[in-house]
């Protein structure tokens, strides 16, 4: 199986500073790693995602890290807004049944503060 | 338009009894998922289907019960419903294979007294 670990739980955040989520996993073999913001009664939205034929990727203000010898995944949202303040949970795919299952963290809840 | 439809939204049940969520994915996708979350739990994947074919049950128990009709629809069977089974359930669905996208519905928010 695979088991995801999600740090911090908490983020307190001045506006326009950025805010960074690690996650790191077990299965070597895991090769999707999304990342999903969900505000309070909602669904949870993909925001950004990574396969393990890359590093780094970067969607607007969105900027993912991954190290594979590490295991280890990392969101960094540069220039924060109090718009971005919700629940935010790494997650990881793609082991070898490939069966689709996300194993997710527990989820970091971002505060950013005007 | 909700492209992933998931009925009702709010369920009350009491203990004992049987209930079915529904959903319906409009996105034209192949696979579908249900995941529960809970005060306790974080997002849990509970099945994946892939063209209509159970590829993954991790539900500790036979209550919890798929049922797939029509390759957009994958609907969730509980039975001897327990408070412990109060939670929001979530559909999500994805294009073809089973690494692709995954979005969520709106999910079934069940409350069991």
């Known amino acids: 199986g695979e088991q995801v670990e999600q740090l911090p739980s908490i983020l307190r955040v001045q506006e326009r500073s950025s805010a960074s989520i690690n996650c790191t996993y077990e299965?070597?073999?895991?090769?999707?790693f999304p990342w999903y913001k969900q505000e309070p009664g909602e669904n949870p939205k993909l925001i950004i995602d990574?396969?393990?034929?890359?590093e780094r990727k970067q969607i607007q203000g969105l900027i993912v890290l991954l190290d594979k010898k590490a295991k280890r995944f990392s969101l960094h949202i540069t220039d924060t807004q109090p718009a971005d303040s919700a629940m935010y949970f790494c997650a990881a795919s793609g082991t070898g049944a490939n069966t689709g299952k996300l194993t997710f963290g527990h989820g970091t809840i971002l505060r950013v503060h005007p | 338009d909700p492209k992933i439809i998931q009925k009702p939204k709010y369920l009350v049940a009491v203990t004992g009894s049987e209930k079915i969520l529904i959903c319906e994915q409009y996105?034209?996708?192949?696979?579908m998922y249900w995941y529960r979350q809970s005060a306790k739990k974080p997002l849990e994947f509970m099945f994946s289907y892939s063209y209509q074919k159970l590829m993954d049950n991790q539900t500790a128990s036979s209550r919890f019960q798929p049922q797939s009709s029509k390759k957009n629809h994958l609907d969730l069977q509980i039975t001897a419903l327990k408070p412990d089974d109060s939670a929001t359930y979530f559909c999500?669905?994805?294009?073809?294979?089973?690494?692709?996208?995954?979005?969520f519905g709106p999910g079934t928010r069940l409350l069991v007294l």
């Open positions: 996105l034209g996708h192949n696979a």
């Open positions: 990574i396969r393990s034929n890359m």
């Open positions: 299965n070597s073999a895991s090769n999707y």
């Open positions: 999500a669905s994805s294009q073809g294979g089973l690494v692709d996208t995954q979005y």
